[in-house]
């Protein structure tokens, strides 16, 4: 039965990779500016933000533009000490109702497009009612393609 689940993982993240490869990662980041009215941002280290491009905007995007679905929601976000945490809710889907499986997934999805930006060491998403997840960026994989990834089994793992 676990091999079934984790073959049924594998497929869910390989159709989550195929679609957001072929994604566009240019987004003009310049209509934003390094400023934020969000009690988030005032958080987070002033020269972190600026000597490394990647503020609390930055991450959101990311977040809401290749992780969250319809119906899931970030409860906070914060960066500090090269650690990006997000508290995030995960909705309930028409398709899958495993919330579990969701957040794995999730997980994954936010690994593989915060890996492509620099000025993070650790990614921790806690999600709401199911686990805490965390790993840091040297934890990653790299595939045949020159992707970088976080492993789906040390995902799994965490949600134990």
């Known amino acids: 039965m676990k091999k079934v689940f984790l073959l049924f993982v594998i497929?869910?993240?390989?159709?989550?990779?195929?679609?957001c490869s072929g994604e566009v990662e240019n987004e003009a980041n310049a209509d934003k500016g390094n400023e934020?009215?969000?009690?988030?941002?005032?958080?987070?280290?002033?020269?972190?933000?600026?000597q490394n491009g990647f503020n609390v905007d930055k991450a959101k995007e990311i977040l809401e533009d290749?992780?969250?679905?319809?119906?899931?929601?970030?409860?906070?976000l914060t960066i500090s000490n090269g650690e990006i945490k997000a508290v995030?809710?995960?909705g309930d889907n028409d398709m899958i109702n495993d919330k579990t499986l969701l957040a794995q997934v999730a997980y994954s999805s936010?690994?593989?497009?915060?890996?492509?930006?620099?000025?993070?060491?650790?990614?921790?998403?806690?999600?709401?009612?199911?686990?805490?997840?965390?790993?840091?960026?040297?934890e990653k994989e790299t595939d045949d393609n020159d992707?970088?990834?976080f492993p789906m089994g040390k995902i799994i793992d965490q949600f134990e």
């Open 110 to 138: 936010a690994g593989d497009e915060f890996l492509k930006h620099e000025g993070w060491e650790v990614l921790t998403i806690d999600f709401v009612g199911l686990a805490e997840v965390s790993m840091n960026r040297n």
């Open 66 to 76: 290749h992780v969250l679905k319809e119906n899931d929601e970030i409860k906070d």
């Open 36 to 50: 934020s009215g969000e009690k988030k941002q005032e958080e987070q280290p002033e020269e972190k933000s600026e």
């Open 88 to 90: 995030i809710e995960i």
């Open 11 to 19: 497929s869910i993240f390989s159709i989550v990779l195929v679609a």
């Open 147 to 149: 992707l970088d990834y």
